[in-house]
């Protein structure tokens, strides 16, 4: 699997340092795309068939979680929710702080490894753009299998441990994070950094005040991926979770084997709100980080 991954990141590579000098201080204009046509039309009716795929996939899970079957007849019931007393207890808990965490360091880290690649030019770490992207190579079950084996034995024993899963679900999210961060900093323009290099900023207040305010929106959305990717992970962490380590998708899995899909299905309703939730929260808190940069610049032209 690997072999020939080498060689389609080595292109990727190539062909990505073309399109940022190709693209670089060009002005983007929206290209105008007629609706008509066989394309069009084609592509109008396979997204309307997965749209309606979609949502007859959500509304069985919403009809399953509320109803129950006897005696031949479906009726309304809510008794699956009182079931799921005896599944959840701590997890719910667990997989928000799980997430999390994953969905913060994931990103950070993606941030971190693009800034040193992208603006204080480390070549070297373009080796680790490239184990970076490994998750992405390898499917999940065997990313997990790899940690207990690496990491089973004493100097690192954390076998067992919430550490081992944090790490896994954490690094996972570097596929995703670092090509977000990659394609938002090959964007910045080398003077807005000199510049602020000529008024006396160090590297923390470069980092602090371009390069942040220049990622902020690419970190919300990298976190929005994190956290949602780590609450429904299955693969990559159900060899190495101890029963006492349950997140609510291993809960759910065990639920769907023992027979009971209507209990399943309110546990996937209970993940699928968690996600949206905070999916909202960091858009809420990323808007109103916005306005409050906007309050400021105001206000300081104001005073000027």
């Given at each position: ?53 979609l949502v007859l996939q959500y509304s069985s899970i919403i009809i399953s979680a509320f109803t129950d079957y006897s005696k031949g007849k479906l009726y309304f019931t ?20 799980y997430s999390l965490i994953s969905a913060f360091f994931g990103s950070l880290i993606g941030l971190l490894l693009q800034y040193y690649i992208h603006i204080r030019k ?19 079950t065997f990313f997990g299998i790899g940690y207990i084996l690496a990491f089973n034995e004493y100097p690192i024993y954390i076998t067992g441990t919430a550490l081992i ?140």
């Amino acid at each position: 699997l690997c072999i020939p991954v080498i060689f389609t990141f080595i292109f990727y590579i190539k062909n990505s340092k073309i399109v940022s000098n190709t693209n670089f201080g060009s002005n983007l204009s929206e290209v105008g795309i007629e609706k008509k046509g066989t394309v069009f039309y084609f592509a109008v009716f396979l997204s309307s068939i997965f749209l309606i795929l979609l949502v007859l996939q959500y509304s069985s899970i919403i009809i399953s979680a509320f109803t129950d079957y006897s005696k031949g007849k479906l009726y309304f019931t809510f008794e699956h929710f009182a079931d799921i007393r005896d599944h959840i207890d701590k997890t719910v808990f667990r997989s928000i702080y799980y997430s999390l965490i994953s969905a913060f360091f994931g990103s950070l880290i993606g941030l971190l490894l693009q800034y040193y690649i992208h603006i204080r030019k480390v070549k070297f770490l373009r080796l680790f753009d490239f184990i970076a992207t490994m998750p992405y190579m390898l499917p999940g079950t065997f990313f997990g299998i790899g940690y207990i084996l690496a990491f089973n034995e004493y100097p690192i024993y954390i076998t067992g441990t919430a550490l081992i899963v944090i790490l896994n679900v954490t690094f996972k999210q570097l596929p995703f994070s670092t090509k977000v961060f990659s394609s938002s900093l090959e964007t910045i323009d080398k003077n807005q950094i000199l510049s602020a290099k000529d008024l006396g900023a160090n590297e923390f207040f470069i980092f602090k005040d371009v390069i942040l305010s220049h990622t902020r929106s690419n970190f919300v959305i990298s976190m929005i991926n994190g956290f949602n990717s780590t609450m429904t992970t299955v693969g990559s962490i159900i060899f190495i979770v101890y029963p006492a380590q349950k997140v609510l998708t291993l809960v759910m899995f065990d639920v769907i084997n023992s027979g009971k899909y209507n209990t399943a299905s309110v546990l996937a309703i209970i993940i699928i709100l968690i996600c949206l939730i905070f999916s909202l929260l960091f858009m809420f808190i990323n808007y109103i980080l916005d306005k409050l940069g906007d309050f400021y610049v105001f206000r300081s032209k104001k005073f000027k």
